[in-house]
C-alpha cells in the first residue's frame, strides 16, 4: 500500500505538472477570445442568476443551480489554497490566481453551454447533464464519457467527502476540543437529512447556506482589511509588483520567480474554481431555463464569485497581514498562514475563519455528491442513485475519524483525469458553443426557448 501510494504521488506531479496548467489555461484564453471576451456580461448573467424562468425545464431554479456548483467550489481551496501559493510563489501569486478566475469564466461558460445543449430528459422528467452527455452526444465517443464518470465518481468520495470531513473534524477538535467521532457523527446526520431527498433538497439548502457563508466570508474579510486601510494600497502595490518581478526573501515572504509566482497561482486559482474540470456543468443541467445560453450566463458567475471576489479576499487578508507582521510569519507553511494571519486580528478574524471554514466545507460535501451520483447514473443506471446517496452518508463519517493521505492523493489524481475529457469537449466542440451563443446572445433573444429536449433511453 506505501509503494502504491508513493506511485499515486509521483502520477500526481505529472498530471497536475505544466502540461495540465498549460492546457487549463490555454483554454480559457481560449474561449476568452472565441466568445468576444464574454466576461463582459458578467454583470447581466449576476442578474439573471437572481431571476426566474419559469418557461425553460428543469429540476431546480437557475439560482439553485448555482448555489449547489457554488458549494462545491467554494471550499478550503478558498482559504488555505490561496495561502499556499503565497508560501510558495509570494504575494505575486495572489494576482496569478485572480487571473484565472477572471479567464475561467468563459470555461465555466462553455460548459454550461455544452452541458444545457446536449442535456437529455428521463421518462420521469428528470433533466440529466454534463461533459458525459456532452461526449456521448455531442463528438459521439460515450467510451470518453464513462472514463469521465468514473474518474468523477471516485474523485467524489476522496475531494469531495472523506477530506473535506476530516478537515472539519480536525479543525473541530483542535478548537473546541470536540472528539473526532462526535463531529462524525453530527455531519453524518445533517448530511443524510439533506441528499437523500435529491438535487431538489440539496439545492434548497444551498440556496440558503452559500448566500450566508460566502457574504459573512467576504463581509468579514472587508472588515478586517478595513483595520488596516492604511496600508491596503501598499498590499495592492506588491501583489502586483510580484507578480512581474523576482521577488527577493525577505518581510516575511520566501523568495520567489516570476514563474514560481505565475505556476502556484495558477495552480491554486484553476483547483479552487474548477473551471475546465467538469463538474459545475453537471448541475448547471438540471436547471430550469429556456436555452443553453441563458443558464451558461449564470454559470459563470461561479467562477467569478468564487476566485475573482473571494479568493481575491483571502489573498489581500494574507498578503497585508504577513506585510506589517512579518517576524510572526517565518517558518510557517500554508495552512498554518492562514490561520496565524486571521489570529493577528482579535475576536473577528478566528471567528471569520472557523465559520468560513465550516460552511465551506460542509457545502462541498453537499454540491460534490450531486456530481458523484450523477456519474453513478450515467454508469449503473437509475437504480444506483440511492446506494450511492447511503455510500456517500457513511464516507462521511469515516472521514471524519480517519487521517486519508491516499485518498486524498488518489482523488487529486481523478480529478486532474476529469480535465481532459472535459477540455477535450469543449475545445472540439467550440464551434457550437459559438453558435449557440450567436443564436441566443448576439443575434437573438436570451428569453428564446430551445427546441424540445431529447428524451433519455428508459434504464438512463
Not at 61 to 72: C, K, R, V
Not at 110 to 132: F, I, S
Not at 313 to 331: A, D, H, K, P, R
Amino acid at each position: 500500500m506505501e509503494n502504491f501510494h508513493e506511485f499515486i504521488q509521483w502520477i500526481n506531479g505529472y498530471l497536475w505538472g505544466p502540461p495540465l496548467l498549460v492546457l487549463l489555461m490555454g483554454t480559457h484564453l481560449f474561449l476568452t477570445v472565441r466568445l468576444r471576451f464574454i466576461q463582459r456580461y458578467i454583470f447581466k448573467a449576476i442578474k439573471l442568476s437572481v431571476s426566474r424562468d419559469s418557461d425553460g425545464e428543469g429540476d431546480v431554479s437557475h439560482f439553485g443551480a448555482l448555489a449547489t456548483a457554488l458549494a462545491a467550489t467554494i471550499g478550503t481551496g478558498n482559504i488555505v489554497g490561496v495561502a499556499t501559493a503565497v508560501a510558495l510563489g509570494g504575494p505575486g501569486a495572489v494576482l496569478w490566481c485572480w487571473l484565472t478566475g477572471v479567464f475561467g469564466i468563459a470555461t465555466k461558460y462553455g460548459e454550461a453551454v455544452l452541458a444545457v445543449k446536449y442535456r437529455v430528459k428521463t421518462p420521469d422528467g428528470t433533466m440529466l447533464g454534463g461533459p458525459m452527455y456532452a461526449l456521448e452526444r455531442g463528438l459521439n465517443m460515450k467510451w470518453l464519457g464513462v472514463l469521465f464518470c468514473v474518474f468523477t465518481a471516485l474523485a467524489a468520495f476522496g475531494i469531495g467527502n472523506m477530506v473535506q470531513a476530516n478537515s472539519i473534524s480536525q479543525m473541530v477538535k483542535e478548537t473546541f476540543s470536540v472528539p473526532p467521532w462526535a463531529t462524525g457523527a453530527v455531519m453524518t446526520a445533517l448530511t443524510a437529512f439533506v441528499i437523500i431527498g435529491g438535487i431538489k433538497s440539496i439545492a434548497r439548502v444551498c440556496a440558503v447556506l452559500v448566500p450566508f457563508m460566502a457574504g459573512f466570508y467576504v463581509i468579514g474579510c472587508v472588515a478586517i482589511l478595513a483595520m488596516n486601510y492604511s496600508t491596503i494600497d501598499d498590499t495592492l502595490f506588491l501583489i502586483i509588483r510580484s507578480a512581474f518581478t523576482p521577488q527577493a526573501a525577505g518581510g516575511g515572504f520566501a523568495g520567489a520567480t516570476i514563474m514560481m509566482a505565475a505556476r502556484y497561482g495558477i495552480a491554486r486559482g484553476l483547483f479552487s474554481n474548477e473551471s475546465g474540470l467538469g463538474s459545475a456543468p453537471i448541475v448547471a443541467a438540471a436547471a430550469r431555463t429556456t436555452n443553453p445560453v441563458r443558464q451558461a450566463l449564470v454559470s459563470s458567475t461561479g467562477t467569478f464569485w468564487d476566485t475573482v471576489v473571494v479568493c481575491a479576499m483571502t489573498g489581500l487578508v494574507v498578503v497585508n497581514e504577513i506585510m506589517l507582521n512579518s517576524s510572526s510569519f517565518q517558518g510557517l507553511n500554508g495552512a498554518t498562514i492562514t490561520k496565524k494571519a486571521f489570529e493577528m486580528i482579535p475576536y473577528v478574524g478566528p471567528v471569520v475563519l472557523t465559520v468560513g471554514l465550516l460552511t465551506f466545507v460542509f457545502s462541498t460535501i453537499l454540491g460534490w455528491s450531486y456530481y458523484g451520483e450523477r456519474a453513478a447514473e450515467y454508469l449503473f443506471g437509475k437504480k444506483a442513485i440511492m446506494p450511492y446517496r447511503w455510500m456517500w452518508v457513511a464516507a462521511v463519517f469515516v472521514g471524519s475519524v480517519s487521517a486519508l493521505p491516499l485518498v486524498w492523493d488518489l482523488a487529486d489524481s481523478m480529478n486532474a483525469l476529469m480535465a481532459i475529457p472535459n477540455l477535450a469537449a469543449l475545445i472540439i466542440l467550440n464551434g457550437v458553443i459559438v453558435a449557440e451563443t450567436r443564436k441566443y446572445l448576439w443575434d437573438g433573444d436570451i428569453q428564446a426557448a430551445a427546441p424540445d429536449l431529447e428524451e433519455a433511453p428508459e434504464e438512463a
